[in-house]
């Protein structure tokens, strides 16, 4: 089997290091060599966070390299269009439609770009989910990452099963019944 690699793109709190953990429980749990990269921004303060997560026979190293992503999984809008020239070209792009204005925007150095979504579609396979409204409507607005997660699934070799598992192993307990419900949301999507 070929590496997987999948990049996990968002802003600081937005669940980026929780998403990759589960990734990398689920391959690991599949009996794969897996390896994973957290590379920090400003997170704390509402920067960008990107993780990699790659996984295969056997994977010498944790970063992915521009066009190399099978898989990009952007939980805000402007994360994905940054990040976009690492997804092969056949490639997929899951996004979250959600604005989160960067600093350089709050404080009027920039402005934030319009028709992302359309660029993302016009240069790669692309699904769009509206993580937070479905988090919203099932009580649990921190969940919206694991809602994307479930929409991801489908596009990935793993059964539902599996990661219903690693999500149980993974998340908190006590938030376990909230993000298996976000889970199963995102996965009907």
């Known amino acids: 089997m070929a590496t997987t690699n999948i990049m996990i793109v968002g802003v600081g709190g937005q669940g980026t290091l929780l998403t990759s953990r589960i990734l990398g429980k689920l391959a690991l749990s599949a009996g794969y060599d897996v390896k994973i990269s957290e590379v920090h921004g400003m997170s704390q303060r509402g920067g960008s966070v990107v993780t990699y997560v790659r996984y295969g026979e056997k994977v010498a190293e944790p970063i992915v390299e521009e066009g190399q ?20 070209k056949d490639g997929t792009v ?33 699904m769009v989910v509206d993580a937070m409204s479905v988090a919203k409507s099932i009580g649990s607005p921190k969940s919206f990452n694991v809602v994307v997660l479930g929409a991801s699934a489908k596009s990935m070799d793993y059964t539902k099963d599996q990661w219903i598992e690693v999500i149980k192993n993974t998340v908190p307990p ?13 996965y009907s999507l």
Do not use: C, W
Request: no cysteine; net charge negative.
């Open 94 to 126: 899951i996004v979250n439609d959600q604005r989160m204005d960067p600093i350089s925007v709050v404080t009027g150095q920039a402005e934030y770009p319009e028709g992302i979504i359309e660029t993302l579609k016009s240069r790669r396979k692309t």
């Open 174 to 186: 006590k938030t376990i019944d909230k993000n298996l419900e976000a889970f199963e949301a995102g």
């Open 69 to 88: 992503a099978d898989v990009l999984i952007a939980f805000e809008r402007l994360e994905a269009l940054r990040y976009l020239h690492f997804v092969k």
